[in-house]
């Protein structure tokens, strides 16, 4: 290329598809922002109604014997207590069957096996909670609780809990199986060389490799747990309120099941005094705890990911 | 220091004496493979009782009624009573939810992937996106009860639910679905590789026509898997609409009122069918219609999950 005289292009564009470029990136821009704006709906809407309770309410109303919002009786840590119950109850079933579960997928079954267990355990986690609601009363209820222990009540927190726990199993199984196969194959064979069986090599290498996982996974079940509604609300009972008590064979409340038996009664949301605003505290402070657990199991996954 | 050398020369000649006695397998390390074993099975052991309880107790009324429980309407009677009114409303829903979450889904996706830059505000917008997924259900709800439900009203959509319509249980759960539809999409986008962009800039094409001619159709497959699993999710959500005011009871039948009536006034969908039949007093309705009625559910369910691994399968691109 030699010659020195150019012919003259215009660099800048047909100003008619720039003005079209534009646009289409403006229009991205806004779908991208509308998760911002969606958050700030429900902080707001959460946060106004929630205010007007917190500096309406009485304060001694917020310690009594229950939950009965529609007689003015707003026991928080009823709500507390019962959502601590059954999440824990349902962590109880759903560790060792996930945990279980993802070591014998991530170490010991064989592609083909694998192949059409993990979308079995899919399977299981696509069951919509109403349809566990129904089977924890059904089922879970008369067939294991009250044969186990037979003073129960068809409601408990405890056949609640072990819905909540059969819900939450494939969330634990599916994410600590992907930590536990992200773990280096270097790491195994290193651990084999130095002459470990495959249980030790599982248990003492793979195992702790993956932990920051396997713990993001907890969180996640844990903060999946706490916001179950319907499992709660059809099986532990109580639907007009409920007492404080830690006894898991009594029926309960959680912070959820509250909400959705305020917003259902015949009168829909329309209670005494407060009580619709109450619903709107509770939601806040539901909202606050699983959006402080699903930060730390993000945080943990990210710094996972930074590791290997 | 003797005491450890103590052990470890004990649980060597337990070693040895183990080997002559038995030929010295180590049963453990078996057992604790099957300990795993079976902790996996339980899982899809109680995946199968579950099924197989439910379809038992629906049999009665599905082996009876056949098809006709599937088209028949609402009704306070156990033997006439049907689901379609349920799934007509589910099906609306979708489609709102289809309207109006899946284009602001999946543009807030292209942003994210394509224009946003490095920046503090786009890792903001990410954690929003993250967040928002992993809000509980019912807190939608109560955006909606506080929110769309108001608006739905003021617009005029309000009907004589004053609101609590199917319109406003469509933008709830678009609003819930969004993150979801976000970050699958964006999962698809991120895996077109670089090249495909490349070869449509060397072109001249602009950044929009890039997307419009490559990346969208090459992310297509995997953003249509995410979007069709998104529906199933709005078929089988219950507590938000509980929150907003769907039909927990019988309701007239719509009739021939016209299609606004219909879109503005009482409502209800599948998983609330199975969640308000549980609770009637007339036994028959929690013992073999409500089973019945979450039959119907899996088995949308299952096809809508179906559809979505056939489409995945079918135009899967191997790069």
């Known amino acids: 290329m030699t010659t020195r005289s150019q012919p003259t292009f215009d660099l800048s564009g047909n100003p008619k598809r720039l003005r079209r470029e534009t646009r289409v990136k403006v229009l991205f821009m806004l779908a991208g922002f509308t998760s911002i704006a969606i958050s700030a709906l429900i902080v707001v809407s959460l946060v106004g109604e929630a205010w007007t309770f917190i500096s309406q309410v009485d304060v001694s109303e917020l310690f009594t014997l229950g939950w009965f919002p529609r007689r003015g009786l707003f026991d928080i840590p009823t709500l507390l207590i019962a959502t601590f119950i059954i999440a824990g109850i349902g962590m109880l079933v759903a560790v060792p069957l996930g945990l279980g579960g993802a070591a014998y997928l991530s170490e010991y079954a064989s592609p083909r096996a694998r192949h059409w267990m993990k979308p079995a355990l899919e399977v299981l986690a696509g069951i919509p909670s109403v349809v566990l609601g129904f089977w924890a009363l059904s089922f879970i209820s008369p067939q294991i609780v009250q044969r186990a222990f037979s003073s129960a009540k068809p409601f408990t927190m405890l056949a609640a809990g072990l819905g909540v726990g059969v819900l939450i199993t494939p969330l634990v199984a599916t994410v600590s199986e992907d930590a536990m196969r992200a773990v280096p194959v270097d790491l195994r064979e290193a651990s084999y060389g130095l002459g470990a069986n495959k249980s030790t090599t599982v248990r003492k290498v793979v195992f702790p490799a993956s932990i920051s996982g396997v713990v993001a996974s907890m969180i996640l079940a844990l903060s999946r747990a706490i916001g179950e509604t319907m499992i709660v609300f059809m099986a532990a009972g109580a639907v007009g309120g409920a007492l404080r008590t830690w006894n898991p064979l009594d029926p309960g409340q959680t912070m959820t099941a509250a909400v959705a038996s305020l917003a259902t009664g015949s009168d829909q949301v329309a209670g005494e005094g407060l009580a619709f605003q109450s619903l709107f505290f509770v939601g806040l402070l539901l909202f606050l705890i699983t959006l402080v657990l699903n930060w730390f199991s993000n945080r943990i996954v990210r710094k996972y990911r930074e590791a290997y | ?319």
Not at chain 2, 131 to 147: D, E, F, R
Not at chain 2, 181 to 204: D, K, L
Not at chain 2, 246 to 261: H, I
């Open chain 2, 1 to 319: 220091m003797t005491s450890a050398t103590d052990r470890k020369r004990k649980a060597t000649s337990e070693e040895v004496a183990r080997a002559i006695r038995r030929g010295g397998v180590d049963w453990r390390p078996f057992a604790f493979q099957a300990l795993l074993f079976v902790m996996l099975l339980a899982s899809f052991a109680i995946l199968i009782i579950l099924l197989v309880d439910i379809v038992a107790s629906a049999l009665p009324t599905l082996g009876d009624r056949g098809f006709g429980f599937v088209t028949d309407g609402l009704s306070l009677n156990p033997e006439t009573a049907g689901v379609w009114t349920a799934i007509i409303g589910s099906l609306v829903i979708a489609l709102i939810v289809a309207i109006v979450a899946f284009p602001i889904g999946i543009g807030a996706a292209i942003y994210l992937e394509e224009y946003a830059p490095d920046s503090k505000v786009t890792r903001m917008l990410d954690t929003t996106v993250r967040n928002l997924a992993g809000v509980p259900s019912i807190v939608y709800g109560l955006l909606g009860l506080a929110i769309f439900v108001p608006v739905v009203r003021m617009i005029g959509l309000g009907g004589s639910t004053g609101g609590k319509n199917v319109i406003a249980a469509g933008i709830t759960m678009a609003a819930l679905v969004l993150p979801i539809v976000i970050i699958t999409s964006a999962e698809a986008i991120r895996a077109v590789p670089r090249s495909i962009r490349e070869a449509g800039f060397g072109v001249g094409a602009t950044q929009w026509e890039v997307i419009r001619s490559h990346v969208v159709p090459s992310a297509l497959p995997g953003i249509l898997t995410g979007t069709v699993l998104t529906l199933a999710r709005a078929f089988g959500e219950t507590a938000p609409l509980l929150v907003i005011g769907v039909a927990t009871g019988y309701f007239a039948p719509p009739g021939d009122a016209s299609l606004l009536d219909n879109l503005t006034g009482a409502y209800t969908a599948l998983p609330v069918v199975v969640f308000s039949w549980s609770r009637q007093t007339q036994a028959e309705f929690a013992d073999t219609l409500a089973p019945a009625a979450i039959v119907v559910l899996l088995v949308v369910l299952f096809i809508l999950n179906g559809f979505a691994v056939w489409l995945r399968n079918r135009t899967e691109h191997k790069w």
